[in-house]
């Protein structure tokens, strides 16, 4: 009873829980590109969700205006001057099966002033129910031919818990428009899924069935591994750089406290010591301090230590009610409780700050914005978004301030990782 507490506790801090990046003004400027699909390619709806998820993925960059509308051309049709006069690019797909099964794309892009291929790639999968890979893969490439902004985000994969029903949470993992989804650990409550390298190779969670329980699982090889338990409840917030230590929330003696984890030697190190609640550490400047969430104030509000000392600084004074927080450097996101309604629906919106400045940013407008995450590049930003009784994963890319929300339409998001 103690430790189901102790996590509805933390629950709550999450839920209820001077990044000086230029805004880009000239998105009216942006070069435009057309969309031309083969007559061989597969139609249906693997067919049609391929062609939303390129226009899709195009306007998630910031880096094109995407023309609406889908045209047909064989790959090798010439291209249509006349119809494209005002366009920059042109991008030309074959979506099909091969001799063997596996899902196939052949596509090429062309600079329409020039009439000279930028990009002919050929992209297989065995696994079709992937493809909204090779779409994100096909726009990433595009990018990088064309050396805008680094867009690898759109080809990374997102990890989330998802209720299913009383004290049952399943982890999934899934591309960041929820197109592809897979189930990858089923049966009890299975909670706080945090990727264990950048390579999102292996993943660790937190088994809250009985004692709860911290596992490794290494996706490719299908092992699972148990890292400790422990009494109260026990969850693996951020990984160091290198992937050798871990910041848990632990509660050995009822109240939560965060602790470092080291995986080569199996010391267990204590970070904070505060009679209260302590959760949600995060590792900041190069590792050598921690952020994290505490209710020393009365409420939810974000503090910052170096590990191994006893001092504690105050991180953010806005609001009364600051709760989930990311870092990326010494970036911070965090979700704040922005009303107090104590019979109906609270707004909680995103913030963007500095440790090392007084700058706050705000992300979002309305609405339950929680649990953000920072892509590997600092430059994007995941979060779940509530509405009604559906979530779903919302978008945010700082440097344009636009935001896009793909929802989960069976289940409800517990927390995610990227």
Excluded at 131 to 148: G, S, W
Excluded at 311 to 317: C, K
Aim: hydrophobic share 35%; proline share 4%; charged share 20%.
């Amino acid at each position: 009873m103690r430790s189901l507490i102790l996590l509805v506790c933390t629950t709550l801090f999450l839920f209820a829980s001077d990044m000086t990046l230029e805004i880009v003004k000239d998105v009216g400027n942006l070069p435009k590109i057309a969309i031309e699909v083969s007559p061989g390619s597969i139609t249906g709806k693997i067919g049609q969700k391929f062609s939303k998820l390129l226009l899709g993925d195009l306007e998630v960059t910031s880096h094109f205006d995407a023309l609406p509308s889908v045209h047909i051309a064989e790959l090798s049709a010439p291209i249509d001057y006349a119809k494209y006069k005002d366009t920059a690019y042109l991008l030309r797909y074959k979506l099909f099966y091969d001799d063997f099964g596996n899902l196939e794309a052949k596509a090429v892009v062309y600079d329409i002033k020039t009439g000279q291929p930028l990009l002919q790639k050929l992209y297989r999968l065995r696994d079709k129910e992937r493809y909204p890979f090779i779409a994100h893969k096909i726009v990433y490439d595009l990018n990088e031919a064309l050396h805008f902004p680094d867009v690898a985000f759109l080809k990374s994969f997102v990890i989330f818990a998802k209720y299913t029903g009383p004290k049952r949470s399943d982890i999934v993992l899934s591309d960041y428009t929820l197109t592809y989804q897979k189930t990858i650990i089923h049966g009890g409550l299975n909670i706080f899924p945090k990727w264990a390298n950048k390579e999102q190779r292996a993943f660790y969670y937190t088994d809250m069935q009985g004692r709860p329980t911290l596992y490794r699982v290494d996706i490719y090889k299908g092992i699972r591994t148990k890292i400790l338990s422990g009494a109260g409840m026990l969850v693996c917030s951020d990984v160091s750089e290198d992937g050798s230590k871990l910041l848990l929330t632990m509660a050995p003696e009822a109240q939560p406290d965060i602790y470092e984890y080291n995986l080569y030697t199996h010391a267990l190190r204590r970070v904070t010591r505060y009679p209260g609640i302590d959760v949600n550490g995060n590792y900041i400047e190069e590792g050598s301090r921690v952020v994290f969430v505490s209710d020393r104030l009365g409420n939810p509000t974000i503090f910052a230590k170096k590990i191994g000392s006893t001092a504690v600084e105050r991180i953010v004074y806005h609001g009364k009610n600051n709760s989930a927080l990311n870092s990326y450097g010494h970036y911070i996101v965090y979700s704040s409780r922005e009303t107090d309604n104590a019979f109906g629906p609270n707004t909680f919106n995103l913030y963007l700050t500095s440790t090392t400045s007084d700058y706050i940013r705000r992300l979002t407008a309305n609405g339950v914005n929680i649990f953000p995450r920072f892509s590997s590049d600092g430059e994007t930003v995941l979060f779940i978004k509530e509405f009604k009784r559906q979530t779903g994963l919302g978008v945010i890319r700082l440097k344009y301030n636009k935001s896009y929300v793909f929802p989960l339409y069976t289940g409800k998001i517990q927390s995610i990782d990227w």
